[in-house]
């Protein structure tokens, strides 16, 4: 049998027969399961892939649609390896079919940026092009180089161009690094930017706490604020009879810090509520930054679980998906500690923003008690109120 | 059978007896039986090839064969993950594969994703990365299996970045998962990547890479530090045996039946049937983060500020110690009657071994590098942040 026939046969069984089904190969590698389970025809099915050569770049970005995260890196592997011999032989990757397929924001965003990759290895000037283009992405990485290929453009321009290009882009910025960059420009040309607006940040919260978490057992027991939320409650704590307190962030990323605020106790439980009002229904994520076992519930359904102490404080390490309806809405944190005594294991602190699946703004308010008691929606990401001049 | 196959089966036995760097530290020593070897390089000589590499490193380089296997992790994210192979001969890029990290990465700034070293044998190379996750892949590149260990256990979390390096034993692949979350050592079938045992381990973290010991009936056991030394049936996963050995951020070294173990020093034990005999302590072997290594008598060790010492493997008394330039992660490797350090500046730096130091070479790349050299095929690899050096001659 020729090569050529083996590579007409190869692509063949990757052409799939309906273009809603992926063909068997792609099927092979999307049911990987845990712990291996289905590698031994996955490894046949990425053979086949790989085989069938760049014609099957586009189907295999396609798969990602679909695909777990251990099947997306069987798919990004075969993309790589088809990529990596047709540069090799100095052939052409498919451009348009990539182009297009980058200008598809109906596809998974990571495969997006793959194929946003290899249109610029194959074209490079005209991918710069669609890249500035992208600044409103779903993809973070294509938004982000977007941005910074805009500013770069301006920047060459003047000063006034760049700064003109900053005041544009703010709003589209998505990572904590760019956005400070973007901020401290504005700021130096005295147009202040709210960072934790921006971010969408629960400022707002009532917390109560320490419940026991002894031998790390009260991450799975549900204290009584995850049956019923009731403000003037009082519960046996860890410690003793524990109620809630209304904490306000002073921090730009909404940290509220346990230690301070409830005091240093190992092996603890606390919880911390907020409301959170929406116009209408609206798919969001909760996004938590924080080194503690947590989970979230939205509107008394857990949306998020993870059982692991000692994260670190990456922003955004926990993201939960979940609805807003219309009108009044409740988020309850649990932020568990446990016993270790090292210096980095001390962290228990949390920080909650809504936002939409890019990590961007959605337009909602949240109750902040002011210092003189009462109670007023705001939007979130607003700062604790300065305190009430004294009065003598 | 042609003429020229038993021509070409020596050929390759020459290859793979000389020449081989399968894993951390080598075969887990830090030593190496070549000779003739390289002591280092100019702008204009000395170097046979470098290359550049798509991301940052702290893991070591290794060699099977022809094949020189090297990770790198890049992304504002550091989730990016990279698999590529060379040839040793030439530099040449063989192939580049990518996967993304499926686990968080955060990690300090010191390390990145790609800080586990590979291990490779004739079958291609094993890739661990410390978002926990592994991959195979044939010498031609062909993934052979793939597994997200974060998405099998999802508490797997170590803010600071996980660092041990999986090794080979009893033909499986021996995965080290000690973290805040769910923590195992693991063996895993070479040809699919799935458990052929998982045993639990302390939920805490840990960086060292186990060392592996074969026994006089040909068994193998995995000896992994943590909160005790403990010993595994490498067949199995049954713990065989534990007991109270310092430990700390470096790897254990075995040489025969002498065991070295980093933690407030070294200590210098005997492994015996079922346990350890302390031998010594050697609280001047202070080695950071790097690992000690035993060759010809002695006991090597550079703490992180550059002091190099010299102990006598068989009573722990200083034989001397030796000021060199830099700070140290990297561990120091012993071959050919010299010791070659990497420091965190990127300079290589060789000491020619005997009753008194000798500086013989400091060479420049020019970047920072933190990962251990390797030896192999008559050269010296080093990996800066951004380019892979092969040291020898063309």
């Known amino acids: 049998m020729t090569r050529s026939l083996v590579l007409l046969l190869a692509l063949v069984a990757v052409a799939p027969a309906h273009a809603a089904d992926p063909a068997p190969p792609l099927q092979a590698i999307l049911a990987v399961g845990k712990e291996g389970a289905g590698n031994a025809d996955a490894a046949a099915a990425w053979k086949q892939l790989v085989a069938a050569g760049p014609d099957t770049i586009i189907p295999t970005l396609t798969a990602f649609d679909t695909a777990s995260p251990a099947a997306a890196n069987w798919l990004r592997s075969a993309v790589s390896a088809v990529a990596d011999a047709e540069q090799k032989a100095k052939r052409p990757l498919p451009a348009e079919a990539l182009k297009a397929f980058v200008k598809d924001d109906k596809r998974n965003p990571a495969a997006r940026r793959i194929a946003y990759e290899l249109y610029a290895a194959a074209v490079p000037g005209e991918a710069t092009n669609l890249l500035a283009e992208l600044v409103n992405d779903s993809e973070s990485d294509l938004r982000r180089d977007a941005i910074a290929e805009r500013l770069a453009r301006a920047a060459k321009v003047s000063p006034a161009a760049l700064l003109a290009a900053q005041k544009e882009l703010v709003p589209f910025a998505r990572d904590r690094d760019q956005l400070e960059q973007l901020a401290k420009a504005l700021d130096a040309a005295g147009e202040p930017f709210n960072k934790t607006t921006h971010f969408n940040y629960v400022t707002q919260w009532l917390v109560v706490g320490p419940f026991d978490n002894t031998a790390e057992a009260g991450y799975a027991k549900a204290y009584p604020p995850e049956a019923q939320f009731d403000a003037k409650a009082e519960y046996p704590g860890k410690l003793g009879p524990v109620s809630w307190k209304a904490m306000q962030s002073a921090d730009e990323y909404g940290t509220i810090n346990l230690n301070q605020e409830i005091g240093k106790v190992k092996s603890a439980v606390a919880y911390a509520y907020a409301v959170v009002e929406a116009p209408a229904a609206t798919p969001v994520e909760v996004r938590a930054t924080s080194p503690n076992a947590l989970q979230i519930f939205l509107n008394g359904e857990k949306i998020y679980d993870r059982n692991a102490y000692h994260n670190g404080r990456a922003a955004d390490a926990h993201v939960a998906k979940g609805t807003l309806k219309a009108g009044r809405n409740t988020v309850l944190l649990k932020v568990c500690q446990d016993d270790q005594k090292q210096p980095w294991t001390q962290g228990w602190e949390f920080a909650a923003r809504v936002s939409d699946a890019t990590g961007g703004r959605v337009p909602l308010r949240q109750a902040l008690t002011t210092p003189t008691g009462e109670t007023e929606l705001v939007p979130l990401g607003t700062l604790k109120a300065a305190p009430a001049p004294e009065k003598k | ?394």
């Not at chain 2, 990518?98 to 994703?113: I, N, V």
């Not at chain 2, 060759?295 to 102990?311: D, I, P, Q, R």
């Not at chain 2, 350090?341 to 000491?351: D, K, P, T």
């Not at chain 2, 990962?371 to 040291?391: E, M, N, Q, W, Y």
């Open chain 2, 1 to 394: 059978m042609t003429r020229t196959f038993p021509a070409t089966v020596a050929f390759l036995a020459v290859l793979s007896v000389a020449a081989d760097w399968p894993g951390f530290r080598g075969t887990g020593t830090g030593a190496s039986t070549e000779k003739n070897l390289p002591t280092g390089f100019s702008e204009t000589s000395g170097l046979r090839w470098k290359a550049t590499l798509p991301g940052r490193g702290v893991s070591g380089v290794v060699t099977h064969g022809s094949r020189v296997y090297v990770t790198a992790s890049s992304g504002q994210r550091d989730d990016r993950l990279h698999v590529l192979a060379f040839d040793a001969a030439t530099g040449a890029q063989l192939w580049h594969r990518q996967l993304a990290a499926t686990g968080s990465t955060a990690a300090h700034p010191d390390t990145c994703m790609a800080a586990p070293t590979p291990v490779a044998d004739a079958s291609g190379v094993y890739a661990l990365f410390a978002s926990g996750d592994v991959a195979a892949f044939d010498p031609d590149g062909t993934l052979r299996w793939y597994r997200s260990l974060v998405s099998d256990y999802p508490t797997i979390t170590n803010q600071v970045g996980m660092a041990s390096s999986p090794v080979l034993a009893a033909g499986k692949l021996i995965v080290p998962m000690d973290n805040y979350g769910e923590s195992f050592l693991a063996a895993l079938d070479g040809k699919i990547g799935q458990n052929l045992w998982k045993t639990p381990r302390s939920k805490e973290a840990n960086w060292a890479t186990p060392a592996v010991r074969t026994l006089a009936d040909g068994k193998s056991e995995v000896l992994f530090p943590g909160r005790d030394l403990a010993v595994y049936d490498a067949e199995t996963g049954a713990k065989k045996w534990a007991a109270k050995v310092p430990g700390g951020i470096a790897s254990p070294t075995v040489a025969g039946d002498l065991l070295l173990t980093p933690g407030g020093g070294v200590t210098a034990s005997k492994l015996e049937a079922g346990g350890v005999k302390e031998l010594w302590k050697s609280p001047r072997l202070q080695t950071g983060m790097s690992s000690p290594v035993a060759f010809e008598g002695k006991v090597y060790g550079v703490t992180s500020a550059g002091v190099l010492l010299c102990v006598d493997a068989a009573t722990g008394k200083v034989d001397w110690d030796f000021r060199v330039k830099g700070k140290f992660s990297a561990s120091p490797v012993a071959a050919d009657g010299k010791l070659y350090l990497f420091s965190e500046e990127g300079n290589l730096i060789a000491v020619k071994l005997g009753a008194e130091p000798e500086l013989i070479a400091e060479s420049k790349t020019g970047e920072r590098g933190q990962a251990t050299p390797a030896v192999s095929g008559g050269a010296i690899f080093i990996r800066g942040d951004k380019t892979l050096f092969c040291v020898g001659s063309k």
